[in-house]
């Protein structure tokens, strides 16, 4: 079993920046590929972005490419979420995810371990 917790949600204005963390446990962590999906309300949970076991390779969803970034922390078992120019779209709340394989996969219903999940607010 994986377990996930999610840090650094918050309240911003709008063209602020914020780094959401997710720390993991129960498993190899340098062997699973990490995901953070987002949430907002009356919206169904979308796909953010998507980092490699290595860190190697990344993928983002076109509405936070050039804006967020992915990366990783073996060491720390920690997947990070850079997130600049915030926008109040960007609004929602924040999970990190995992799931068996390598590959990119951008439905939640396909990743078997989930975070509590992190508010992030962003105002104008």
């Known amino acids: 079993q994986v377990q996930l917790v999610e840090s650094g949600g918050g309240l911003v204005q709008a063209g602020d920046s914020l780094r959401l963390s997710c720390a993991a446990s129960?498993?190899?962590?340098?062997?699973?590929?990490m995901a953070w999906f987002r949430q907002a309300p009356g919206k169904e949970r979308e796909f953010v972005a998507h980092?490699?076991?290595?860190?190697?390779?990344?993928y983002y969803a076109d509405s936070v490419k050039g804006r967020f970034t992915i990366s990783r922390d073996n060491a720390k078992n920690t997947v990070y979420l850079q997130m600049n120019s915030l926008k109040l779209e960007d609004t929602a709340v924040y999970y990190c995810?995992?799931?068996?394989?390598?590959?990119?996969?951008?439905?939640?219903?396909?990743?078997?371990?989930w975070g509590q999940g992190t508010q992030v607010t962003v105002s104008s």
């Open positions: 980092i490699n076991w290595s860190g190697g390779a990344t």
């Open positions: 995810a995992t799931r068996s394989g390598m590959a990119v996969i951008t439905t939640p219903e396909r990743y078997e371990y």
């Open positions: 129960g498993g190899t962590f340098s062997r699973l590929a």
